[in-house]
């Protein structure tokens, strides 16, 4: 059985969004993205909603054209002929899940007009509909499931400007030159700059690290201030975004080094950078 995805906060990261509520804690969609070759039309995909609450929930569909503000935000823009919410059908468009129970819907891409090379996007909003008098239930929750449709051959090249540090931790100056979103795939690890061990032995730690890590693990990684995976934000095709990752406060003053170990679309990266 696929593993599913608890939807709790809203977040484009991993592709999955939701209004924050109580009832977010009691909602699991899988998967939490889809990422599709528009070429393969007949193909029908499947989501799954599971339902962990202890009464039933009725869900409806909502389809909407996107793309991401600069605070790596997804924001609704305008459907147009070449945009995927408009290609996307949905059935059901509405379903109850009983208690403790689970539901699928299925969907196809069949575009309308002819489709244009690259990357095309949609997000999927589950809604709750219910009635607004139903006694101590005064919350509706609201989850989006990312869809991205490529016609041709995906191009994901990005250029990564600059790495630094702020307020809000790790900073990355991601470019997408490509006609595909780009994600930094991979670990990253701070060191003290006094104690840094060198690049080959960086590279040697966070590379063990890769091979022998499970998902679910957190990753350990002595001697250094802080290490862990990458957020795997998003940058859509011609976007110049700073995609950030939280550090804890002991690896947030002072003079450090960074190294970053992965893959930024489809180029690989390994390199340490000063703080």
């Known amino acids: 059985m696929r593993r599913l995805l608890s939807v709790i906060a809203v977040s484009i990261g991993l592709g999955a969004m939701v209004a924050p509520s109580a009832s977010a804690l009691e909602i699991a969609v899988s998967p939490a993205r889809f990422e599709l070759n528009i070429d393969n039309k007949r193909k029908t995909q499947t989501l799954e909603i ?14 909407a054209n996107f793309d991401l503000d600069e605070n790596n935000r997804l924001r609704v823009l305008p459907p147009n002929e070449q945009s995927l919410d408009q290609w996307i059908a949905i059935n059901p468009t509405r379903v109850k ?20 090379a690259g990357e095309h996007r949609a997000v999927i909003f589950l809604n709750e509909n219910k009635s ?35 307020q809000r931790g790790l900073t990355l100056d991601i470019e997408n030159v490509g006609n595909a979103h780009a994600r930094f795939k991979g670990l990253y690890a701070v060191w003290d700059a006094n104690s840094y061990p060198g690049d080959a032995a960086a590279k040697s730690l966070l590379q ?10 957190d990753v350990v990684a002595p001697g250094t201030l802080a290490a862990g995976v990458m957020a795997q934000t998003p940058v ?20 450090r080094k960074v190294y970053l170990l992965g893959e930024l679309g489809d180029n690989p990266v390994s390199a340490s950078y000063g703080l």
């Open 236 to 255: 859509l095709p011609g976007a110049r975004r700073t995609i950030v990752q939280g550090l804890p406060t002991t690896a947030t003053s002072g003079q």
């Open 208 to 217: 063990s690290i890769k091979d022998t890590r499970r998902p679910s693990e």
């Open 97 to 116: 899940i009983p208690a403790q129970g689970r539901r699928t819907m299925r969907f196809a891409i069949r575009p309308q007009v002819e489709p244009e």
């Open 50 to 63: 599971v339902n962990s609450a202890n009464r039933e929930v009725e869900i409806g569909v909502d389809l």
């Open 132 to 166: 607004d008098d139903v006694e101590g239930l005064n919350f509706k929750f609201r989850i989006g499931v990312v869809v991205y449709g490529q016609v041709g051959e995906a191009n994901r090249a990005a250029t990564l400007h600059a790495v630094g540090a702020d």
